[in-house]
């Protein structure tokens, strides 16, 4: 249009210089004269015929205005439209991306404030429609309060340390509620397109968990202490049933085989290597070869 518009005036200025071309004062500008109409004419001709031309190029849909009403969405490639009456406005159909920090309040009245990205993309097939609903700034005007809503609802169903706990729940459901809400304006947010970068909780709040951290890390150390203490105390018994129940067996090893036997056998165990045939003590002479070759022993007075 504005080609055409230029065409004619150079066509009026043109033809004023030839009309006075046979003035002194213009006569020099004769052939200046005939530039002008020439580029005029192209303007006026070929001007019209290139806006009638629109290419619509990979990654965007075209919305056709027709004396600033949009009709209809048009796809990738090259179109015709009425010089004067049809123009296009190109929206991006690709993943694009809207970083946001919304604050709310948690169950357990918390303030926390939550950074997070989110992922979405334009029907193409209903682009016309969110043109004539919201414009080009849906960005500001649909996404943004839609993620803050999504925020607050759903951070005021969980306690902070729930927030933290099960953040994947939380994530799932904040997704959930803003890609029901945009879809209506053919937004659409893909599976996974949502990402909490981060919770921000107060000063207070976040000393209250380390603190709370502390406190399990001694308590499961305490439970460690007692858990080692109850072991050795077991270890001990054990030892200590083990030991009354070797004395039972020597007991009825004395009782079996004789004191004699059981002493000497005991003695046996103790030596160094250099052990005589016979012992005695008391009067009573034991024979230590006979109790090695495994026969009664025999004892003299």
């Not at 009309?19 to 213009?26: G, H």
């Not at 993943?95 to 357990?108: I, L, N, P, Y």
């Not at 729940?169 to 937004?187: D, S």
């Not at 003695?267 to 090695?292: A, H, T, Y």
Request: charge should be neutral; avoid cysteine.
């Amino acid at each position: 249009m504005g080609a055409f518009v230029l065409g004619i005036l150079l066509l009026v200025v043109g033809f004023a210089l030839r009309s006075n071309a046979k003035n002194p004062e213009f006569k020099k500008a004769a052939p200046f004269a005939v530039l002008l109409i020439l580029g005029g004419v192209a303007l006026a001709v070929i001007g019209p015929i290139a806006g009638s031309v629109v290419i619509v190029k990979s990654g965007y849909v075209g919305v056709k205005l027709r004396l600033g009403a949009a009709t209809s969405s048009l796809p990738e490639g090259l179109h015709v439209l009425v010089p004067g009456v049809e123009e296009v406005e190109l929206l991006e159909v690709r993943t694009q991306k809207v970083e946001s920090q919304a604050t709310a309040a948690s169950r357990d009245l918390q303030p926390v404030t939550t950074d997070l990205a989110l992922n979405f993309r334009i029907d193409s097939s209903k682009a016309a429609d969110l043109y004539k609903g919201v414009g080009t700034e849906y960005a500001s005007r649909i996404i943004a309060p839609a993620v803050q809503e999504a925020i607050k609802v759903v951070t005021a169903q969980y306690t902070a340390e729930d927030l933290i706990r099960q953040r994947g729940k939380v994530k799932t459901e904040v997704e959930n509620l803003i890609a029901a809400r945009l879809l209506q304006y053919a937004i659409i947010v893909d599976p996974g397109g949502l990402s909490i970068t981060n919770f921000e909780f107060s000063p207070e709040f976040n000393k209250a968990i380390e603190l709370k951290q502390i406190a399990q890390q001694d308590a499961e150390k305490q439970k460690f202490v007692l858990q080692r203490a109850e072991l050795e105390k077991q270890t001990k018994i054990a030892q200590a049933q083990g030991e009354a129940e070797a004395a039972k067996l020597n007991a009825q090893a004395l009782q079996a085989a004789g004191g004699e036997l059981v002493v000497a056998r005991e003695w046996i165990q103790k030596w160094d290597g250099q052990v005589p045939q016979v012992s005695g003590g008391g009067g009573m002479i034991i024979d230590l070869g006979s109790i090695l070759k495994g026969k009664p022993a025999t004892a003299t007075n």
